[in-house]
């Protein structure tokens, strides 16, 4: 039987609340068996663009990542963000160790093609190096990835933090029984998004596709779904979305999603 491995990838609300992202390391730290994290950090890269006067580019509501930008979200993403993650894990008596894609060439990816959008230094993700994260498990580090592949050849690559931790999750599941949580402030996928208990508890292919003809699944979520059945297909045991509550030991309420 695989040994089990939790692959938490964490919201930008709950990383620029110093309170919710304390208390939710805290139950990381908990978690027994492997564990990875990941993290974006897209709030905080605006921000120092903007003190550092540039300007953040956006098309339908997602990033164009030029040259300048990609210098911040490295300073950003790899530095600020990671390292205060890293040491506060190391406060509560978890390994970790801070790590981009381009880390023991853990992930790389290639430059998005130019279709109608060109979205400058963003990444699409190829693979895992498996191998390598398995060596880093099994010395007892715990990764602590932040949201930037590489190509192999020098080139670093803004890239999409959920799509990160599916196919962190994809790769590993050769070597664990792989489950992927998506934790961010909601209490997980919402019949009503003004009522935070109106969780659709189980989602499979089918009653996704009813979601979507009733408007409930929409906007943001829908990629993130994308990358839930992705890694689904790929040989992911599970996939969960929810707060961070569905990280502790009691009856709370998420979204598990299944074939």
């Given at each position: 039987m695989k040994p089990q491995l939790s692959i938490i990838k964490i919201g930008g609300n709950i990383i620029e609340n110093p309170t919710q992202l304390s208390h939710l390391l805290e139950l990381f730290s908990n978690i027994e068996g492997s564990?990875?994290?990941?993290?974006?950090?897209?709030?905080?890269?605006?921000?120092?663009s903007k003190r550092l006067g540039i300007e953040s580019k956006m098309v339908n509501g997602r990033r164009i990542t030029d040259t300048e930008s990609l210098d911040v979200a490295i300073m950003v993403y790899a530095g600020l963000v990671n390292k205060k993650i890293?040491?506060?894990?190391?406060?509560?008596?978890?390994?970790?160790?801070?790590?981009?894609?381009?880390?023991?060439?853990?992930?790389?990816?290639h430059k998005r093609p130019?279709?109608?959008?060109?979205?400058?230094?963003?990444?699409?993700?190829?693979?895992?190096?498996?191998?390598?994260?398995?060596?880093?498990?099994?010395a007892g580090f715990t990764p602590v990835f932040c949201a930037l592949t590489h190509d192999g050849a020098g080139q670093l690559f803004n890239t999409n933090a959920d799509t990160i931790?599916?196919?962190?999750?994809?790769?590993?599941?050769?070597?664990?029984?792989?489950?992927?949580?998506?934790?961010?402030?909601?209490?997980?996928?919402?019949?009503?998004?003004?009522?935070e208990n109106s969780v659709v508890e189980h989602i499979d292919s089918s009653s996704y596709k009813e979601l979507l003809d009733q408007g409930v699944i929409a906007d943001g979520m829908l990629p993130k779904m994308h990358n839930c059945f992705h890694a689904l297909q790929n040989k992911v045991h599970e996939v969960r979305i929810g707060n961070s509550s569905?990280?502790?030991?009691?009856?709370?309420?998420?979204?598990?999603?299944?074939?």
């Amino acid at each position: 039987m695989k040994p089990q491995l939790s692959i938490i990838k964490i919201g930008g609300n709950i990383i620029e609340n110093p309170t919710q992202l304390s208390h939710l390391l805290e139950l990381f730290s908990n978690i027994e068996g492997s564990k990875i994290l990941v993290h974006g950090g897209g709030k905080k890269a605006t921000e120092t663009s903007k003190r550092l006067g540039i300007e953040s580019k956006m098309v339908n509501g997602r990033r164009i990542t030029d040259t300048e930008s990609l210098d911040v979200a490295i300073m950003v993403y790899a530095g600020l963000v990671n390292k205060k993650i890293v040491a506060e894990l190391q406060s509560k008596n978890t390994n970790a160790i801070g790590m981009s894609g381009a880390d023991a060439n853990a992930i790389r990816a290639h430059k998005r093609p130019v279709k109608e959008i060109d979205f400058g230094w963003v990444g699409d993700v190829d693979g895992v190096h498996s191998e390598n994260l398995w060596k880093l498990l099994q010395a007892g580090f715990t990764p602590v990835f932040c949201a930037l592949t590489h190509d192999g050849a020098g080139q670093l690559f803004n890239t999409n933090a959920d799509t990160i931790a599916a196919e962190l999750a994809i790769g590993m599941a050769s070597h664990f029984k792989t489950t992927l949580y998506y934790c961010f402030e909601k209490r997980g996928v919402l019949l009503s998004i003004e009522d935070e208990n109106s969780v659709v508890e189980h989602i499979d292919s089918s009653s996704y596709k009813e979601l979507l003809d009733q408007g409930v699944i929409a906007d943001g979520m829908l990629p993130k779904m994308h990358n839930c059945f992705h890694a689904l297909q790929n040989k992911v045991h599970e996939v969960r979305i929810g707060n961070s509550s569905m990280l502790e030991k009691t009856d709370s309420k998420f979204t598990t999603i299944t074939l």
